[in-house]
């Protein structure tokens, strides 16, 4: 009887184990595992992905002298139209607190 009771416990083992391997799932233990942290997707494709890689801009910088990209384009335009609104950012030294 003993030996049916361990061959039972035996499977039974080694049925967890495949189930663990299979689905993933961890032992249960009273501790924590760090298992919900290894099941998490792997982001660090989708970060790479969302900066913009600007090697480009940096090699045609050097090479081309006055060499602008859009975005500095745009910027340096909006700032123009703002300036000549008098919207602009103040000179240096006249800001709010200069003249307390």
Do not use: W
């Not at 989708?46 to 081309?64: E, L, P, S």
């Amino acid at each position: 009887m003993s030996a049916k009771k361990t061959a039972a416990k035996v499977s039974e083992l080694a049925i967890q184990q495949i189930r663990r391997d299979i689905f993933g799932h961890a032992p249960v233990l009273n501790m924590r595992s760090g298992f919900q942290e290894l099941k998490k997707p792997y982001t660090g494709t989708y970060i790479a992905r969302y900066y913009f890689d600007n090697h480009i801009d940096d090699a045609a910088r050097k090479c081309i002298p006055g060499y602008t990209t859009d975005l500095q384009d745009r910027r340096a335009t909006k700032l123009f139209n703002l300036r000549r609104r008098g919207k602009g950012p103040p000179k240096k030294g006249s800001g709010k607190r200069s003249k307390k």
